[in-house]
């Protein structure tokens, strides 16, 4: 009888284990939740001192499992809201911060990264034949530069930037595009460029008409990795796709 009651306990256990871990799967939970508005409000006293900011409750986004919170900018005629979302469990930290995003300069941003990407191919280039194509993705804010500010590596960047290569790899091996990723992690680290994160695209640019779309061969996606700036990239870390 003993036994029996034994085991009850522990299904019971497990049972009540398993509805809290299903409920804060989709709902969050107390703890979490207090930790992460804790964190917001650390965040917004060192992030933005100069705002009076109020912060209505959070909801809990169980497709990205992060809190969502709108912060109201309160001032003397107006009343701005912004969102954050804040990422952790025991040790939460914000994700987005909708004051920094709503006053970037998006039409500075994307003349400065066009012209890093220009520069950026051209020196890949010259010792990394295969390099197709460079995208670049950075950040400023309003009043940082002046809106004639042209690229240079040397700029003071609040955020490292992001990259996206596309490799001809129509002919290459898993080796011959790892030889290639190496040296272009070598070059872009050689050259000082200020970036935490590369995505390349080794691809395939046959001349199957399949491909081809309004007269631009666009290939498709042969090998594909990403990797941190000082990864030590390896052949298991590129990932080989089908067509």
Known sequence: MKNKKTIYGIILVLLIGFLFFLYSEFNGNPLSKYLSKKA?????????????????????????KEYQFTVKEIGDNSLNEYE???????????????????????????????EAAEEIKSALSKKVKSVHSVEVWLQVQKDDFPSDTNWSKEMKLEKPMGMHIVLDATDATKKDVLKDIKQIQAILNEEKYYYDSVNINGNYFGEDEKYVKDGVNLGYVKFSVSFPKDMDVTLKDIEELDP
């Open 84 to 114: 954050f979302t804040v990422k952790g469990f025991l040790d939460p930290v914000v994700d987005m911060d909708g004051i920094y995003i709503g006053n970037l300069d998006e039409k500075l941003m994307e003349k400065l990264g066009k």
């Open 40 to 64: 917001l409000e650390s965040y917004l006293e060192i992030a933005h001192p100069d705002k009076k900011l109020q912060i209505d409750e959070g909801f809990y986004n169980f497709k990205f």
